[in-house]
Nanobody
Framework: QVQLVESGGGYVQTGGSLRLSCAGS????????VAWFRQAQGKERVFVASINRSDGTTYYADSVKGRFTISRDNAKNTVYLRMNSLNPEDTAVYYC????????????????RGQGTQVTVSS
């Protein structure tokens, strides 16, 4: 069993930056691939970024490429999402999810999910 807790969300102006954290507990977090998803109000949850458990390969949605960076610190059981050049379209609740296999962009394939952290970007 893995418990995931997101933090780092908040309110920021357009062009600003935030760093989200996804802290994992329970079994060895490094053995899990982790992804970030986001859900804007009234819209479905969508893939943002992921990082593989084994080789650390990262993947990004086109909408965040070049602006967001996913990374992990297995010694701290934490995955980060650094978000730069934020704009109002990035406003959403951000969730992290973990799975034992390779990372995918399909949320349904993930076994564990956190409760989310709100990110609000003002214009």
């Amino acid at each position: 069993q893995v418990q995931l807790v997101e933090s780092g969300g908040g309110y920021v102006q357009t062009g600003g930056s935030l760093r989200l954290s996804c802290a994992g507990s329970g079994r060895t977090f490094g053995s899990y691939s982790v992804a970030w998803f986001r859900q804007a109000q009234g819209k479905e949850r969508v893939f943002v970024a992921s990082i593989n458990r084994s080789d650390g390969t990262t993947y990004y949605a086109d909408s965040v490429k070049g602006r967001f960076t996913i990374s992990r610190d297995n010694a701290k059981n934490t995955v980060y999402l650094r978000m730069n050049s934020l704009n109002p379209e990035d406003t959403a609740v951000y969730y992290c999810a973990a799975r034992a296999g390779y990372a995918t962009s399909a949320e349904i394939s993930y076994d564990y999910r956190g409760q989310g952290t709100q990110v609000t970007v003002s214009s």
